[in-house]
């Protein structure tokens, strides 16, 4: 594998990573730590602790997919110009 394509293999799995993390810490905190202060706010009749237990992780999910379909598509025209040099 030669610099540029190690290179972009690794902003990938960094980004993957990262995206991950959000996805795994936005719903702990959410639906685990935070449940009892958020519960007092209610969304659509539903506390929001239990709604980011139960629908949030998965708005997020999708969320994440558009972000990391952005942020690779970046990627993708930031390293395709500096492998035309």
Known sequence: MN???E???NANVSLILKLLAVWFVVPFLGGIVFVD???LIHLGGYKLGFWIAQ???IY???VLIFIYTKK???LDDRFESEGDK
Request: charged share 15%; proline share 0%.
């Open 3 to 5: 610099e540029n394509e």
């Open 72 to 74: 690779m598509s970046d």
């Open 55 to 57: 629908q949030g992780s």
């Open 7 to 9: 290179a972009y293999w």
């Open 37 to 39: 202060v958020l519960n």
């Open 60 to 62: 997020l999910f999708v």
